[in-house]
């Protein structure tokens, strides 16, 4: 990947906030708890999701600068979705708890050297994991849940 193109990737990787809170004005509120069906999320879990995910992108991107080729924890999302009763958490706590780190890791990351692009953790299941995949993945992480968001919209509409 070149400066530019990763320029352009923490750009994106930026402006999630924006796109999620409009995408979330487009939605009745009323909707936010639908499935569409039982092992699929509602809005509320998605929302409650994008912040704990958002928790361990934070420490991935700190690991990533500070302590590089350090095992990372993997966890997985269907059990904190579960075990940690999303439903039952704030959409607004989540959302603030987002916006907070993801503005902290935006302004981290037009800050780097190029050098430290370089650095790599180790996750247990993927393997060795690149500075610039972790970007990837982050970057692509919102603009894939506001689809899946959408797509509850129309489907709450059809039922």
């Given at each position: 990947?070149?400066?530019?193109?990763?320029?352009a990737l923490i750009e994106s990787y930026g402006a999630a906030w924006s796109q999620l809170k409009s995408t979330l004005s487009d939605l009745p509120k009323e909707m936010w708890t639908f499935k569409p069906a039982p092992n699929r999320w509602s809005v509320h879990e998605i929302i409650v999701h994008l912040a704990d995910s958002e928790v361990n992108s934070y420490v991935r991107c700190r690991c990533l600068i500070a302590e590089p080729d350090k095992l990372i924890m993997a966890y997985d999302q269907d059990q904190w979705a579960t075990r940690l009763r999303y439903h039952d958490q704030s959409t607004d706590d989540a959302l603030e708890l987002f916006r907070c780190l993801r503005q902290s890791s935006y302004k981290l990351l037009k800050t780097l050297p190029e050098e430290?692009?370089?650095n790599t953790?180790?996750?247990p299941e993927i393997g060795t994991m690149a500075f610039?995949?972790?970007?990837?993945?982050?970057?692509?992480?919102?603009?894939?849940?506001?689809?899946q968001m959408r797509g509850n919209l129309a489907a709450w509409k059809n039922k």
């Open positions: 990947m070149t400066p530019s193109e990763r320029s430290t692009w370089k953790i180790m996750h610039e995949y972790w970007l990837q993945i982050y970057a692509g992480h919102i603009p894939g849940h506001i689809s």
